[in-house]
């Protein structure tokens, strides 16, 4: 676990934002899922409890169910990406080590729990792991998502019913709606998806991507 979460920890730059999908109320928020993969535990579709319903994490709160030893692994990994020696990281690594250790919180939700702080203080502000502990267990403890949740996300754009969704607009929604995939990221996600009419099988995309 070590060398997967140092290979994370040392890129210097914080990812490109998560997508999110967002269709007249309907929970198809796969931002999570399609940037990061099922890193352990899926991440929850919209309307995420965290997203619409921020809250701090109380530093004072036990992190229950979580055993001494895992504990002792999250600290480590906590380490790896303290660049500064003072035994804490910036707010803005938060996302990344909560990511290395197998959750899939999306950006929005790491800053609700951050306090919904600016983006200078994202930068500029550090946490220490006793304050960190208590976010991550948020985020553990945060209802996941299933396969049947990120199909329906996505039939909302099969517009004849048939079980495909057109290559090209999935690409727009996912490079136009919420916080915005790269084109490069777009390409990769959906390199062999698209048959020969340029249609998208939704149900064999989420197996695509909950296989990554």
Avoid: C, W
């Avoid at 979460?5 to 999908?21: C, F, H, N, Q, W």
């Avoid at 036990?62 to 020696?85: C, I, M, T, Y």
Wanted: without cysteine.
């Amino acid at each position: 676990m070590t060398a997967e979460i140092g290979r994370v920890a040392a890129a210097d730059t914080e990812p490109l934002p998560p997508v999110t999908m967002t269709t007249g109320g309907v929970g198809d928020d796969v931002n999570s899922l399609l940037l990061h993969g099922p890193a352990g535990p899926v991440a929850p579709p919209s309307p995420l409890p965290l997203a619409a319903h921020p809250k701090k994490a109380d530093p004072a709160a036990p992190a229950a169910e979580f055993s001494p030893d895992q504990v002792e692994d999250f600290k480590e990994a906590f380490g790896l990406f303290d660049r500064v020696g003072d035994s804490q990281v910036a707010f803005n690594q938060v996302a990344d080590i909560m990511r290395a250790l197998g959750q899939n919180p999306t950006n929005k939700e790491v800053r609700a729990l951050l306090g919904s702080p600016p983006d200078d203080d994202m930068v500029n502000k550090r946490i220490n792991f006793e304050g960190f502990l208590p976010m991550l267990k948020v985020v553990d403890t945060a209802p996941k998502g299933t396969y049947d949740d990120y199909v329906e996300g996505l039939r909302v754009f099969d517009k004849e019913g048939n079980g495909t969704v057109m290559g090209a607009e999935l690409r727009i929604v996912l490079s136009t709606l919420g916080e915005k995939m790269s084109e490069h990221e777009i390409d990769a996600l959906m390199q062999g998806q698209e048959d020969e009419n340029g249609s998208v099988h939704y149900e064999a995309f989420v197996k695509h991507i909950m296989s990554i």
